[in-house]
């Protein structure tokens, strides 16, 4: 069942401020609804969950099978929004230990990521893992020209080139990137790699829902029929231009009624160590969607409990300028009970017959009582389990939260001018032609 919640009653923000911006966000509504469908236009995530290639999404299936079939480990070549959704889904999805799980234990090919950073360590661990496994390649990058990607692209296809040879090589990469631009392209077409395509209209981190995420989640055995079908429930159930109605708006508007009151930093809390990557990929999400023109809620990400050891102490008593956003689920997947010992030396009896996904639960309602008594404002946002439908829909839910919120705060969160700062003084520093 696809039930997402959203609980702001400790957020200290009234229905009645958020209800102010309806006409605000009826017209936003129309604007992007009517931007949708324009191919030219960065808005095309808003429908793919029923608007999307279905010949291109049999291919996926249809490939993914055939990397599960000849490789131990699918390699992802990706940076930012061209691997970031992939992760999010594929480590919630999966055994906290899928890395020490046998094959047949996981079903699958063990997923690694590379091309993310540039630290020569990373590269060389990942050469010797590779040494005597079996593996294929999927290159991601919508550009086609992201250094960190194109490097490890340069390194992994010499080390499959020499493996396998140029001939099956070739039948073990996969890429995907624009469909008319870009080096990969270029490069992928000269080599006759099997391709998908990144629709125009959507950008890097609101691509989750393509190719770009869809052929690693379906290589790592994770059901994308259940993805979309989530998705797309959500897409029906956030459709409603009227903000009374429609939950996923009021979120947006509750975000920028507390960054006017000077909350400008969201904490993104998670209470299950699966959830992780999600955390990471929503801070990907907001922080290049509204971090520009000076304005934007910075968004950070804690695990918790384990970050209550670390980062409890200043969400408690730092500087107030934060909101948390707790997200988690109603129903665990699994569970274990606490036992009796007779001799209670560590004093935990009282716990005995209770299960831990409770006392994760109340852990959660402790630390959200005293952050709110301490000055920082609470949204719950919670899903009935962790399962491809309810992470599909929220998925969706966040990407549209954010279209409507950076629309809000007036910034265009569909493009990320400030990422080519660092490019230009790197090529520079390089001494790249041209710069
Ligand atoms: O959201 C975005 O647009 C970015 O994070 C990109 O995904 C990231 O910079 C990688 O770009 P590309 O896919 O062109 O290699």
Same mark, same amino acid.
């Given at each position: 069942?696809?039930?997402?919640?959203?609980?702001?009653?400790?957020?200290?923000?009234?229905?009645?401020?958020?209800?102010?911006?309806?006409?605000?966000?009826?017209?936003?509504?129309?604007?992007?609804?009517?931007?949708?469908?324009?191919?030219?236009?960065?808005?095309?995530?808003?429908?793919?969950?029923?608007?999307?290639?279905?010949?291109?999404?049999?291919?996926?299936?249809?490939?993914?099978?055939?990397?599960?079939?000849?490789?131990?480990?699918?390699?992802?070549?990706?940076?930012?929004?061209?691997?970031?959704?992939?992760?999010?889904?594929?480590?919630?999805?999966?055994?906290?230990?899928?890395?020490?799980?046998?094959?047949?234990?996981?079903?699958?090919?063990?997923?690694?990521?590379?091309?993310?950073?540039?630290?020569?360590?990373?590269?060389?661990?990942?050469?010797?893992? /590779?040494?005597?496994?079996?593996?294929?390649?999927?290159?991601?990058?919508? !550009?086609?020209?992201?250094?960190?990607?194109?490097?490890?692209?340069?390194?992994?296809?010499?080390?499959?080139?020499?493996?396998?040879?140029?001939?099956?090589?070739? !039948?073990?990469?996969?890429?995907?990137?624009?469909?008319?631009?870009?080096?990969?392209?270029?490069?992928?077409?000269?080599?006759?790699?099997?391709?998908?395509?990144?629709?125009?209209?959507?950008?890097?981190?609101?691509?989750? /829902?393509?190719?770009?995420?869809?052929?690693?989640?379906?290589?790592?055995?994770?059901?994308?029929?259940?993805?979309?079908?989530?998705?797309?429930?959500?897409?029906?159930?956030?459709?409603?231009?009227?903000?009374?109605?429609?939950?996923?708006?009021?979120?947006?508007?509750?975000?920028?009624?507390?960054?006017?009151?000077?909350? #400008?930093?969201?904490?993104?809390?998670?209470?299950?160590?699966?959830?992780?990557?999600?955390?990471?990929?929503?801070?990907?999400?907001?922080?290049?969607?509204?971090?520009?023109?000076?304005?934007?809620?910075?968004?950070?990400?804690?695990?918790?409990?384990?970050?209550?050891?670390?980062?409890?102490?200043?969400?408690?008593?730092?500087?107030?300028?934060?909101?948390?956003?707790?997200?988690?689920?109603? #129903?665990?997947?699994?569970?274990?009970?606490?036992?009796?010992?007779?001799?209670?030396?560590?004093?935990?009896?009282?716990?005995?017959?209770?299960?831990?996904?409770?006392?994760?639960?109340?852990?959660?309602?402790?630390?959200?009582?005293?952050?709110?008594?301490?000055?920082?404002?609470?949204?719950?946002?919670?899903?009935?389990?962790?399962?491809?439908?309810?992470?599909?829909?929220?998925?969706?839910?966040?990407?549209?939260?954010?279209?409507?919120?950076?629309?809000?705060?007036?910034?265009?969160?569909?493009?990320?001018?400030?990422?080519?700062?660092?490019?230009?003084?790197?090529?520079?520093?390089?001494?790249?032609?041209?710069?």
């Amino acid at each position: 069942m696809v039930n997402i919640k959203i609980d702001y009653e400790k957020s200290g923000i009234d229905k009645k401020q958020i209800m102010e911006y309806k006409e605000k966000v009826e017209n936003i509504h129309k604007d992007l609804h009517r931007r949708a469908d324009d191919i030219d236009d960065f808005v095309g995530w808003l429908k793919l969950p029923e608007n999307y290639d279905k010949e291109e999404f049999d291919r996926i299936k249809k490939s993914a099978i055939k990397i599960q079939k000849s490789s131990d480990i699918l390699l992802v070549i990706g940076i930012g929004g061209s691997y970031l959704g992939a992760r999010a889904v594929i480590e919630a999805m999966s055994s906290n230990f899928s890395s020490l799980q046998s094959e047949k234990q996981r079903k699958a090919p063990q997923i690694l990521y590379v091309g993310n950073n540039l630290s020569p360590n990373y590269i060389n661990d990942l050469i010797e893992v /590779l040494s005597d496994k079996d593996f294929s390649i999927n290159v991601i990058s919508k !550009s086609g020209t992201t250094t960190e990607p194109a490097i490890a692209f340069r390194i992994f296809r010499e080390i499959l080139e020499n493996k396998y040879g140029i001939d099956e090589a070739r !039948s073990r990469i996969y890429v995907t990137t624009d469909k008319k631009r870009g080096a990969l392209k270029t490069l992928s077409d000269n080599e006759g790699y099997e391709k998908f395509v990144i629709p125009d209209n959507v950008g890097g981190r609101f691509s989750v /829902l393509t190719a770009v995420g869809l052929l690693p989640i379906a290589v790592a055995g994770i059901d994308i029929d259940k993805l979309m079908q989530g998705a797309r429930l959500a897409q029906d159930k956030y459709n409603d231009p009227n903000i009374k109605y429609n939950d996923c708006y009021q979120y947006a508007v509750l975000r920028n009624v507390l960054y006017n009151e000077n909350k #400008t930093m969201e904490i993104f809390a998670n209470y299950e160590p699966k959830m992780h990557y999600f955390t990471e990929w929503l801070k990907q999400l907001f922080g290049e969607s509204e971090g520009k023109e000076s304005k934007g809620i910075f968004p950070v990400g804690v695990d918790l409990t384990t970050d209550l050891h670390s980062m409890g102490q200043y969400i408690q008593e730092g500087i107030r300028n934060m909101f948390e956003t707790v997200l988690y689920y109603r #129903t665990t997947n699994s569970n274990i009970t606490i036992n009796a010992d007779d001799d209670n030396l560590d004093g935990l009896n009282y716990l005995t017959g209770k299960d831990l996904d409770y006392v994760n639960k109340k852990a959660m309602e402790g630390t959200i009582q005293a952050h709110v008594t301490g000055g920082v404002p609470n949204i719950e946002i919670s899903i009935e389990k962790l399962d491809e439908e309810n992470i599909g829909a929220l998925i969706y839910f966040f990407e549209l939260a954010c279209g409507m919120s950076g629309s809000v705060l007036g910034v265009n969160p569909f493009n990320q001018p400030g990422v080519e700062e660092y490019k230009k003084n790197m090529f520079k520093l390089l001494e790249k032609p041209g710069y």
